[in-house]
């Protein structure tokens, strides 16, 4: 890097806007690694100093972004011919609109409210007690709304929330995608549940001793998705995630249950998916804002496809049964490729979201959706959501929760004020397909797919999707990757293809 000397008004270049933005970049990893090891190996007993520390980090890095400097450096910032730096600049300014709308005062207050709720809602959930949790739920919603006006909006105070975490998606556009979805898929879910289901599932309890059951998941996420350990680990933690702090430092978790092998397996090539699209990001824009995904569902989209559209895929149980077999002995006696594959894709509509399988997976978002629309239009009131939650459960899956903390107490988001996140998850579904049926658009990586060898693939994504970070918006990802906006249609024949040939609806 050249250093010019710049004087302290000068804001012709964008050397001093890049050095301020890898310095922030460094301190936001500095405290992802601090929180990574927060939650896999510290000692109980460093949580509290270990709060403070990140939260120093993440002050430092905020007092950057909002001081005055940046303001003029962002405002006085010439029109790049690079289009790299003309993807930064808009991004960044982006971004910076959008923390300094925000008073001082509003982030403390939310800041504050979030830890209280989330602490509130650990024992509501333990409990079994809704009514405990409701007045911070109400504050969430309550601070959602005030966050929506803080940023403005045109149509909808969702808008301006879903926009964090899918830029550019619109509350109308969900509803629109998530209905076809609903009225498409929902007489599936029908057919599926009346249909009779033989199969055996006892395999999916057997003992799989937990070091080999870690060796074969490794196995898989290196040969089959392309991990490396020059540039990732795998570790514990109770509540599996991904983190980087650069595109050669990817760290991912999972946990183990002996006899029940699909939370490590699964779980560890979801977040390889994760892990492989922050890999596949061009190095030109390491440590800049730009050196993340475009979003939660492009995110998700990767996870997705490793997990479920090649992980449960019928062409990789052919492949990998032999050296499941030889991981897993007890549990493969007697059983085949084939039932084992059944058994990984069984459809049973239950409570709980992340256990969900591909197809009711999405009415779990869906009901959610829908009600966060509800709460923060006002249409509905807190003290009457679980009411609201167990109807849709009814309505959509057939089934009720026998207790507030396998019903709507049982996700972590609205505790942490992430309302506007769930519909991303189903996004992620939905491109997970178009991005995969696009990718076998060429015979080749077809062909690749049908043998389970996804080395083609990989490249595809890194073509069209991962190297661009947050340089490209989703909708423009979507487009030019798959040649049409998001919509259900690849999804839900999908589907239809895998599951009525499992069920043997045809
Ligand atoms: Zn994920």
Do not use: C
């Amino acid at each position: 890097m050249t250093t010019a000397p710049q004087s302290a008004e000068s804001t012709g270049d964008l050397s001093e806007l890049k050095r301020l933005l890898h310095q922030m970049s460094d301190l936001s990893a500095a405290e992802a690694l601090m929180s990574w090891d927060q939650e896999t190996f510290m000692p109980p007993a460093a949580a509290r100093v270990r709060g403070l520390q990140m939260a120093s980090l993440a002050g430092l890095a905020h007092e950057l972004f909002t001081a005055p400097r940046m303001s003029e450096l962002l405002n006085g910032a010439p029109t790049p011919d690079d289009q790299t730096d003309a993807a930064l600049l808009r991004v960044v300014r982006r971004d910076h609109a959008k923390a300094t709308r925000l008073p001082g005062e509003f982030v403390e207050e939310r800041s504050r409210a979030q830890n209280e709720a989330h602490h509130a809602w650990i024992a509501a959930r333990q409990n079994n007690d809704f009514a405990s949790f409701a007045p911070h739920l109400e504050k969430m919603f309550e601070l959602a709304r005030r966050y929506a006006d803080h940023q403005g909006y045109d149509d909808h105070p969702y808008d301006a929330l879903l926009d964090d975490y899918e830029p550019g998606m619109k509350a109308a556009q969900v509803k629109v995608i998530f209905a076809d979805l609903r009225d498409r898929t929902l007489p599936l879910l029908r057919r599926i549940a009346a249909a009779p289901d033989a199969a055996d599932y006892s395999m999916l309890t057997r003992p799989f001793p937990l070091d080999a059951q870690r060796a074969f998941a490794v196995r898989v996420a290196q040969q089959a998705f392309g991990l490396s350990p020059d540039f990732s680990r795998l570790d514990e933690s109770a509540h599996p995630f991904q983190t980087s702090f650069s595109r050669d430092d990817l760290r991912i978790t999972t946990r183990f249950d002996e006899t029940y092998f699909p939370m490590s397996l699964f779980g560890t090539w979801h977040e390889t998916g994760h892990a492989m699209y922050e890999h596949g990001i061009s190095a030109a824009l390491e440590r800049t804002p730009l050196s993340g995904g475009a979003s939660l569902g492009v995110h998700e989209s990767q996870s997705r496809m490793f997990e479920n559209l090649l992980g449960r895929s019928r062409a990789f149980w052919q492949r990998y049964f032999p050296a499941f077999a030889e991981a897993a002995p007890e549990v493969a006696a007697g059983v085949s490729a084939e039932s084992l594959y059944r058994a990984v894709n069984r459809v049973r509509p239950d409570l709980i979201r992340v256990e969900a399988d591909e197809v009711t997976y999405n009415f779990h978002i869906m009901l959610r959706f829908e009600l966060e629309l509800s709460l923060l239009e006002g249409t509905l009131k807190v003290a009457e959501l679980p009411e609201a939650w167990n109807a849709r459960m009814q309505e959509f899956l057939g089934v009720t929760p026998p207790s507030d903390a396998q019903g709507v107490l049982q996700d972590i988001h609205w505790s942490a004020g992430l309302i506007g996140y769930f519909p991303t998850y189903t996004i992620g579904n939905l491109l997970s397909v178009q991005l995969l049926d696009a990718a076998k658009a060429q015979p080749e990586i077809a062909a690749e797919v049908e043998r389970a060898e996804y080395g083609k693939l990989r490249e595809w994504l890194t073509q069209h999707v991962h190297q661009y970070g947050r340089s490209k918006t989703p909708a423009e990802i979507t487009l030019a990757a798959t040649g049409r906006p998001l919509s259900a249609d690849a999804y839900v024949k999908y589907l239809f293809g895998k599951y009525e040939d499992l069920y043997g609806l045809r």
